[in-house]
């Protein structure tokens, strides 16, 4: 079986979420306006199959060999279709392929596959028809998947439908840019939205000046606001997620006042969506979370990195390339708060050093598929590993 692409079920480049131990953020009040990026449940990777054997048998005629050559052709190019993000021309062309061959369950199942991945695109759209699309488009995914896989999609869609409906009496206002959605019902949450919108346009703004590109033009981003119950339910994070970002900026808020917090809380979440945009979709979670933690502030407070500095004294220091992939894998609580601290810090430290423009750099080199070390090499010309240790060699001393 040879593997031609990745799917994707959580949007983007995976959940990008906000560490904040036990703190949870309290409700809006008219005047109010995140995060450390906080792990969350692992992307769910199914690669459609590029060899149809089993419901293809030889031919027993040229009319029968002419059709399994349109059949594995057709399958070929749905693949490379998926691979350069073509997402319904795929699914045209395998359902074109099960029409032809309804018994192939590896056609069935790059079928199923490919409409999972569109609507993983979808199931965050600000447009709501698109949203019941999506789940529309996934209704009967699960009759070509089995085991292990077929489970692990169906919890996904049922997150999926538990959140349409929870979210289904939401109030919801927008602008140009993003559509807010929240309980209705929740005190001070109506009066505060103008306020909350201006923010966030204000964060826009000014990342997109600090970044070089406004990737939000044209598409509007959702944000949603949950109680804390409904937050820990509909996304599976824990007690110690402050926010998340899988598509759609998701955070969980009491009502009660105004929290400090929501500033940073906001433009965390809208650094992973400038970053989904932007990176091409491999940047690495050190980067993804340092970054994130880096533009919460305008500026980012020497307060702040002595305490990421103190949080990691005697610890076991990790490789650069441990921190590559979802924080979550690390395990305990305490080393994922360490990571995220350790991120910001190289972060912080390579902009120092080198220039907020070359975190920058490192940050877009997916999208020109290239990585971080081959941009940090070519722009620096040392290896982006010596920069790692020279921080962690400054963190030790001092």
Partial sequence: MRTLLTILLVAATGMGLLFFGRRVLKGVEPRGTVPVLTPGPKPLELSPDSNPTPGVPEPASSAAADLRAEILDWNQQALDALDRG???????????????????????????????????????????????????????????????????????????????????????????????SYDGEQQGLRASETDL????????????????????????????????????????????????????????????????????????????????????????????????????????????????????????????????TNFSTLGDETAIRRAYAISLGFTAYLADNYGEELVLDLMRAGATGSSPEVVFRRQIGFDLGAAWEDMRQNWLQH
Avoid at 251 to 260: E, L, Q
């Fill in 86 to 180: 073509e997402i319904l021309r795929a699914i045209e062309l395998l359902q074109r392929c099960v029409e032809a061959n309804p018994d192939d369950p590896v056609l069935a199942r790059n079928l199923a596959l490919a409409r999972l991945r569109q609507a993983g695109l979808m199931i965050d759209s600000a447009d709501l028809e698109e949203r019941v699309a999506a789940l529309e488009l996934v209704e009967n995914v699960l009759d070509a998947l089995e085991g292990d896989e077929r489970e692990t999609v169906a919890a996904r869609i049922e997150r999926w439908r538990a959140r349409a409906d929870h979210e289904g009496s939401f109030f919801s206002s927008g602008n140009r840019r993003f559509e807010l």
């Fill in 197 to 324: 919108l201006d923010r966030l346009d204000k964060a826009y703004q000014e990342f997109g000046e600090r970044l070089g590109a406004f990737p939000l033009e044209g598409k509007r981003l959702r944000v949603v606001l949950y109680s804390p119950e409904a937050f820990t339910r509909l996304t599976g994070l824990g007690h110690w997620a402050g926010g998340a970002f899988d598509g759609t900026i998701r955070v969980p808020i009491r009502t009660g006042g105004i929290d400090s917090r929501l500033d940073s809380v906001l433009r965390h979440e809208l650094t992973h969506a400038f970053v989904a945009r932007l990176g091409g979709g491999s940047t690495p979670a050190w980067l993804n979370e340092g970054l994130a933690q880096f533009l919460e502030e305008r500026q980012v407070s020497s307060l702040r990195l002595k305490a990421a500095k103190l949080s990691c004294r005697g610890a076991p220091w990790p490789s650069l390339t441990s921190l590559g």
